[in-house]
C-alpha cells in the first residue's frame, strides 16, 4: 500500500465511513488532535524511567485506546463501518480513575498549582495533557455540532475518557517526578 495517494491535495480527506469532508472539518480537528496526544503518549513511553513496568503497560493501553477514539471521531453514525466503531464503554473511565489513585496515593499532597517541568518523562506527560485537553475540546465541539443538527449528542465514553485521561497525565507527571527523586517545582502566586 502507498503512503501517498494525492487524494487529499484539494485540501479534502476520507473518513472510515466513506465519506469526504475538509480537512478543516471540526471531525477531522477532532481525530487529529487525538493522533497528536497518541504520539505524545509514544514520546513518554520513550522516556519513561526504567523498570516502570506497570506504568508502560498502562501506557500502551491508553495508545490502544485513544486509535479506538481515533477510529470512532472518523467514523459517522450513519456511515459504513459505524457498528465497528462504536464509543468507549465507562470501564475505559474507571480503569483510569483506579491508575490514578495507585500513583496518587503514593504522592505528597498537593497544596499549589504545579509547574509543568522536570524530569523528561513528566514534562512529557504535561505536554500530552495540554494536547489531551485541546483534544477534549474539539470532540465537545463535535458532539455540540451534531446535536445542532438533530442528532443525540455522541461519544459520552469518549468524552469521560479525555476528561479523565487528562488528569491521568497529570498524576503520571508528578508521579514520574517524585519515583526519579526531581524536585517538583510549584507557583505559589
Not at 125 to 132: F, P
Not at 153 to 160: A, D, E, F, T, V
Request: charged share 25%.
Amino acid at each position: 500500500m502507498k503512503v501517498y495517494t494525492g487524494t487529499g491535495d484539494r485540501g479534502k480527506t476520507s473518513l472510515f465511513s466513506g465519506e469526504r469532508i475538509d480537512k478543516s472539518n471540526p471531525r477531522v480537528e477532532a481525530y487529529g488532535d487525538v493522533d497528536e496526544l497518541n504520539a505524545l503518549i509514544g514520546a513518554i513511553l520513550n522516556v519513561l524511567p526504567e523498570g516502570r513496568t506497570t506504568e508502560a503497560e498502562q501506557l500502551e493501553q491508553v495508545l490502544i485506546d485513544l486509535f479506538h477514539v481515533g477510529a470512532c471521531l472518523a467514523t459517522t453514525s450513519d456511515g459504513q463501518n459505524a457498528a465497528a466503531f462504536t464509543d468507549l464503554p465507562a470501564e475505559k473511565t474507571t480503569w483510569l480513575e483506579k491508575a490514578i489513585d495507585r500513583m496518587d496515593a503514593d504522592l505528597p499532597r498537593l497544596t499549589r498549582f504545579v509547574l509543568p517541568m522536570g524530569h523528561p518523562a513528566a514534562s512529557a506527560c504535561h505536554l500530552a495533557r495540554c494536547v489531551c485537553r485541546r483534544a477534549e475540546r474539539r470532540v465537545v465541539r463535535v458532539c455540540l455540532e451534531t446535536e445542532a443538527q438533530g442528532g443525540d449528542q455522541p461519544y459520552h465514553g469518549i468524552r469521560g475518557y479525555l476528561n479523565r485521561l487528562s488528569d491521568y497525565l497529570f498524576v503520571m507527571a508528578r508521579y514520574c517526578n517524585h519515583i526519579t527523586g526531581t524536585v517538583e517545582r510549584t507557583w505559589g502566586g
